[in-house]
């Protein structure tokens, strides 16, 4: 379903590095995510309700916005 919040999001379970894409341009990169908490977020009915639940403020992230700017 899509989110009017979140634009995309790509997990690395190899890293538990979850990158999160927002509809606004910034892009985060949060870590040491749990891969079912990754498998939930992708399952989940509200991307943006998840995340701001479950994701948000309860791991550490940086802000990679300027990272991938071109």
Known sequence: M?????????YAPETRELKVAF???RLYLYEDVPPEVAAAFGN???KGSFFNHE???RYAYRDITH????
Do not use: K, N, T
């Not at 899509?2 to 790509?10: A, D, G, L, M």
């Not at 990272?67 to 071109?70: F, I, P, Q």
């Open 55 to 57: 994701i948000r403020d």
């Open 44 to 46: 989940a009915r509200s």
């Open 23 to 25: 509809v606004s341009g």
């Open 2 to 10: 899509p989110s009017s919040v979140i634009r995309f999001f790509r």
């Open 67 to 70: 990272e991938y700017a071109s």
